[in-house]
């Protein structure tokens, strides 16, 4: 089976480095991270350590991660128009 010219195209996407196209996007990573990190010393300071939190911390790293990739492949970039 052979991948689709979309498939290969959409994996490039996925894969390559998007740099912010406007400061307006650069604001929306800074917002993503300073969001996430907040939630990350709210579970600090008010989850009991253990496995649950390990995994509470590795989830909120992983929606930031995510959310980042959003940011970065599916913003559409400013009309030139």
């Given at each position: 089976?052979?991948?689709?010219?979309?498939?290969?195209?959409?994996?490039?996407?996925?894969?390559?480095?998007?740099?912010?196209?406007?400061?307006?996007?650069?604001?929306k990573?800074?917002?993503?991270?300073?969001?996430?990190?907040?939630?990350?010393?709210?579970?600090?300071?008010?989850?009991?350590?253990?496995?649950?939190?390990?995994?509470?911390?590795?989830?909120?790293?992983?929606?930031?991660?995510?959310?980042?990739?959003?940011?970065?492949?599916?913003?559409?970039?400013?009309?030139?128009?």
């Amino acid at each position: 089976m052979t991948a689709t010219q979309a498939e290969h195209d959409d994996l490039q996407n996925r894969l390559s480095y998007h740099p912010p196209a406007t400061p307006a996007i650069a604001e929306k990573h800074d917002q993503v991270r300073t969001l996430h990190l907040s939630l990350g010393h709210w579970i600090l300071d008010n989850v009991p350590p253990g496995r649950h939190r390990s995994l509470a911390l590795t989830a909120v790293q992983e929606a930031m991660i995510w959310s980042n990739a959003a940011v970065a492949c599916d913003t559409k970039p400013p009309s030139d128009a």
